[in-house]
């Protein structure tokens, strides 16, 4: 009888641990990190001057990742439908883009279209409104804009139509124009559309060959198909990896601070060139970008539950 | 060159072939489907019916051949592609239904954007045809909790709502539990008296008995032999049939 009321106990206490090892201590931990700093920034003075100083930055944060994740995944459902298209053409313009962004690290990425692929861009617009001004007759308009002053500039541009006044922006529009925190939304948004491409990709890919051939079968073209059959399902499996890429996103945007863009990241090396408070402003960096990806990851996993227990697709 | 030998024949397929790479899926076939009548195609596996099959609507592009439907060649051009799948209905061994559409939108999608119907009157031939197969009730059900006879029968449903001329049948009772075959030959049974064009591929000897003008049989991606059921149960003139027939109906 003892023995065996050993062995119960011991079960019993097996269970125990083995409950216990189940639970998500390293969010305990990171709530624990979190509620500690937070009583830093509250009490703190330091640490709230610094939060302060991030704020701003939290923001732009935020926008340039919000925005380029959005062109992100237009540039990588095209990209995507062009790497699964039966034209030679388009899937291998798509795989050419797909291979420059999966062998180019992201921060050489963000110089080269910042300095490189944005000026070459502008050229072409340039060219193009140069290429038009000429049969237009506004060549002459376009010279003496070169030498006038911004009052003459004004009373010249004000005598032409509106569509040569679009030429002959064309013509003159220049890179400078365009802001960095701009191109480095364009820069990420190219960077992160040829992963998405491949995300989308697969999830069209996983959806089986019956499913085409079905409605096919029933009269509908390739486009139709695509957009009411295939995608719909495509996308609700992709969810998950699409929402983990937004969290990817995130993080990769402190790499817009090496341009001076005011990101969070950039907010905190501004504050720590001056202070020299290294540890009190990486902890404060480091706890802004960890409860942002910690909420998000928690939306990630909430969205994978409903499609487990959720209708099939 | 003459659409149809005979206006009256819904599909005429003149020494058809279809290469894989090597491999000589269908080589050389022709046959032809007169309005109204039923063929049900039996063979071996890999024996090229399925190929055939699937050469009529263009989800298999022929290597070689003619193929006419209803006096219309097939040719390689999208819009002529789309316009004689929407005149041909066919019904998939894995059904293919849309997992993410009810069983009502399965069978009204494809009318609304290739048939231009309103939602109204999509819905209303939509039910018409649940109500057909049985299954009226099952309208606002996924895919996922209809049984695979049920699932089936929203598939014939979804391709009848089309009001096709023809009816493709790529054994469409193989995936099925024993016990659920019969609820889909039956609605097979009675679209085939109600005077539809069909071709069937199956091993369902008990339809093809019943419900088949003519049965072809088809070996290594030829037409081995074809006759009407009677002639061709009780005297099959072919030794490669008589061997099959004695070992499907043990």
New interface residues.
């Given amino acids: 009888m003892a023995p065996s009321s050993a062995t119960l106990e011991r079960s019993a206490q097996g269970q125990l641990v083995a409950r216990l090892s189940k639970l998500p201590w390293w969010l305990l931990l990171i709530l624990l990190a979190g509620v500690f700093l937070f009583y830093k920034f509250t009490t703190d003075e330091l640490y709230s001057f610094i939060l302060g100083k991030l704020k701003q930055g939290i923001l732009v944060t935020i926008f340039v990742t919000t925005v380029a994740y959005m062109a992100a995944i237009v540039l990588g459902l095209i990209a995507g439908l062009g790497r699964v298209s039966k034209n030679p053409v388009v899937f291998n313009l798509a795989t050419l883009y797909v291979q420059i962004i999966r062998g180019v690290p992201i921060l050489v990425q963000i110089f080269y279209i910042t300095f490189v692929v944005t000026p070459a861009l502008f050229a072409a617009v340039n060219w193009v409104g140069n290429g038009l001004a000429g049969p237009l007759g506004l060549r002459p308009m376009l010279d003496y804009l070169a030498t006038a002053n911004p009052a003459q500039i004004t009373a010249a541009l004000n005598d032409l139509n509106g569509f040569q006044r679009s030429v002959v922006w064309l013509a003159q529009v220049d890179a400078q124009s365009l802001s960095f925190l701009t191109r480095v939304i364009f820069a990420l948004a190219v960077a992160y559309g040829g992963f998405e491409a491949e995300t989308f990709r697969a999830g069209i890919e996983s959806i089986g060959k019956g499913q085409m051939e079905a409605a096919r079968s029933l009269g509908m073209s390739y486009v139709q198909a695509m957009r009411h059959i295939v995608l719909p399902q495509a996308v609700r499996r992709v969810l998950p990896p699409l929402g983990n890429d937004f969290i990817s996103m995130l993080k990769d945007s402190s790499l817009v601070s090496v341009l001076g863009v005011r990101d969070v990241t950039q907010e905190a090396r501004l504050y720590v060139a001056t202070s020299f408070r290294y540890p009190e402003t990486l902890n404060s960096l480091a706890f802004v970008y960890l409860s942002m990806t910690v909420v998000l990851s928690l939306g990630v996993k909430w969205i994978e539950n409903r499609m487990e227990h959720g209708r099939s697709g | 060159m003459a659409a149809a030998d005979n206006p009256k024949d819904m599909i005429v397929i003149k020494n058809l072939t279809k290469h894989f790479g090597r491999v000589r899926a269908v080589d050389g076939v022709s046959l032809t489907v007169p309005h109204g009548k039923v063929k049900v195609i039996i063979g071996p596996s890999g024996s090229g019916k399925s190929t055939v099959l699937r050469c009529i609507?263009h989800?298999e592009t022929p290597t070689g051949g003619e193929i006419w439907v209803d006096g219309i060649q097939l040719t390689h051009e999208?819009k002529n592609i789309?316009?004689i799948?929407?005149e041909?209905?066919?019904v998939?061994q894995?059904f293919?239904?849309?997992?993410?559409l009810t069983a009502l939108e399965n069978v009204t999608?494809?009318q609304r954007?290739?048939r231009k119907r309103s939602k109204e009157e999509a819905e209303r031939k939509a039910r018409e045809q649940l109500e057909r197969v049985g299954i009226p009730e099952k309208a606002d059900v996924?895919?996922?909790q209809l049984s695979g006879g049920q699932q089936q029968r929203v598939?014939i449903a979804?391709?009848l709502a089309?009001d096709p001329k023809i009816m493709l049948f790529d054994e469409p009772t193989s995936a099925l539990d024993p016990e659920m075959i019969k609820e889909v030959l039956d609605v097979m049974l009675w679209l085939a008296r109600e005077g539809m064009t069909m071709v069937v591929v199956s091993h369902e000897m008990g339809f093809a008995r019943n419900a088949a003008d003519e049965i072809v049989f088809m070996d290594k991606g030829v037409i081995v032999e074809q006759g009407s059921p009677d002639t061709f149960f009780q005297n099959p003139r072919e030794e490669r049939t008589r061997v099959f027939l004695s070992q499907i109906l043990h």
């Avoid at chain 2, 293919?96 to 993410?100: E, T």
């Fill in positions: 609507n989800l999208h789309n316009a799948r929407a041909v209905g066919m998939f894995q293919n239904l849309f997992p993410h999608l494809a954007i290739v996924f895919p996922a598939a979804r391709a089309m």
